[in-house]
């Protein structure tokens, strides 16, 4: 079992930046990739970004030149560190990790982008 638990959500305006993070642990060895996902009101959850143990990193691109994704792996934890936000940012952010095929979710935490 992975256990994920995120942090760094909030409220900031339009234009503003936040940083969140993901905490592993568990049986963490193994994990092949993390990364995030968001669900805002009445949508489907998407994919955000995603980062593989070997570094390779993926972005939607809504959030391309915006976001980035990376990882501490002494610490095994990742983060989403997010510029420029946009109104249409607001969601949930959810964490997730796979290992060995298993898919493991964080309890997600809120963002919100006033405009």
């Known amino acids: 079992q992975v256990q994920l638990v995120e942090s760094g959500g909030g409220l900031v305006q339009a234009g503003g930046s936040l940083r969140l993070s993901c905490a592993a642990s568990?049986?963490?060895?193994?994990?092949?990739?993390m990364g995030w996902y968001r669900q805002a009101p009445g949508k489907q959850r998407e994919p955000v970004a995603a980062?593989?143990?070997?570094?390779?990193?993926d972005y939607a691109d809504s959030v391309k030149g915006r976001f980035t994704i990376s990882r501490d792996n002494a610490k095994n934890t990742v983060y989403l560190q997010m510029n420029t936000l946009k109104p249409e940012d607001t969601a949930v952010y959810y964490c997730?990790?796979?290992?060995?095929?298993?898919?493991?979710w964080g309890q997600g935490t809120q963002v919100t982008v006033s405009s």
């Open positions: 980062i593989t143990s070997g570094g390779s990193t």
């Open positions: 568990g049986s963490i060895f193994s994990i092949n990739a």
């Open positions: 997730y990790a796979v290992r060995r095929a298993n898919n493991y």
